[in-house]
């Protein structure tokens, strides 16, 4: 009976380690490298086996501001050729696609710049808390164009904050 009791009791913590979030879902304060201010709040999660993201709130600007930086640009393979510049910055996903490469690591997927309607490729990294180099947990979020790219590094954040910059 106690093995049996011991048995069910690891297949149930087995199935609960497989259903564990990816460190890399939940909700991040993206922020701007050079000014090191907050730019959005951001929803990162996954659905069906792909990582996507979407902004929840936008600092220094109206909540219902157009992303018109993209006007005149069309991406057929993202929004079925709806024009980026008829989009609201706030609740429109502008990262998709990404596949999971190992526990808090996604590639392969698209970021869309919002401010200037730039697709780039994209690669997310989550990064622990360690006390030295990251103070929070920090999740890297890379846009590549060929071998060219920069990162901009987000900070873990609630709900709450990441919904409420303006």
């Known amino acids: 009976m106690k093995k049996l009791i011991a048995l069910l009791a690891g297949l149930l913590l087995l199935g609960t380690m497989s259903f564990a979030a990816d460190p890399a879902e ?34 220094d600007k109206a909540q219902d ?28 996903s502008w990262i998709w696609d990404l596949s999971k490469d190992a526990e808090g690591k996604w590639s392969g997927g698209y970021i869309i710049d919002p401010n200037d309607g730039k697709r780039y490729k994209c690669r997310i990294t989550f990064h622990k808390a360690d006390g030295k180099k990251y103070k929070k947990d920090t999740l890297e979020m890379r846009g590549e164009v060929g071998p060219f790219g920069r990162s901009q590094f987000w900070t873990i954040a609630t709900e709450a904050e990441a919904s409420a910059l303006r």
Do not use: C
């Open 26 to 59: 939940g909700f991040w304060i993206s922020v701007d490298e050079k000014t090191e201010k907050p730019t959005a709040g951001w929803q990162i999660q996954v659905a069906n086996g792909k990582l996507s993201g979407k902004i929840l709130s936008v600092a």
């Open 65 to 92: 501001v157009f992303a018109d930086g993209g006007k005149g640009k069309h991406y057929d393979n993202f929004m079925n050729g709806v024009d980026v510049g008829t989009l609201h910055s706030v609740g429109t």
